[in-house]
């Protein structure tokens, strides 16, 4: 089992920053990917960014790209998601995956939301 902890959404102004943060427990050694997910109101959850713990290969969705930064602190088992940039089109409750390898995901946390306002 492996057990993920959301952090760091909250209130920000469209062009502005937010890190969130993904807190990695359990057999975390089982699951070498990491993911940031998204979901807005009346949408279905998007793929937002992945890292794995071995080598740091990342992938972004092309709605984030050179805006959203994904990173990994292997000794603290942390996974962040820092957002710059902002748009209102980003709100969404985030929430964190780990999996096998990047795109076979089986773990999920419990979010936590952003709102960007315009």
């Known amino acids: 089992q492996v057990q993920l902890v959301e952090s760091g959404g909250g209130l920000v102004q469209a062009g502005g920053s937010l890190r969130l943060s993904c807190a990695a427990s359990?057999?975390?050694?089982?699951?070498?990917?990491m993911g940031w997910f998204r979901q807005a109101a009346g949408k279905e959850r998007g793929f937002v960014a992945g890292?794995?713990?071995?080598?740091?290969?990342?992938g972004y969705a092309d709605s984030v790209k050179g805006r959203f930064t994904i990173f990994r602190d292997n000794a603290k088992n942390t996974v962040y998601l820092q957002m710059n940039s902002l748009k209102p089109e980003d709100t969404a409750l985030y929430s964190c995956?780990?999996?096998?390898?990047?795109?076979?995901?089986?773990?999920w946390g419990k979010g936590t939301l952003v709102t960007v306002s315009s």
């Open positions: 890292i794995t713990w071995s080598g740091g290969s990342t």
């Open positions: 359990g057999r975390t050694n089982s699951r070498d990917a």
């Open positions: 995956a780990a999996g096998r390898t990047i795109g076979n995901w089986d773990y």
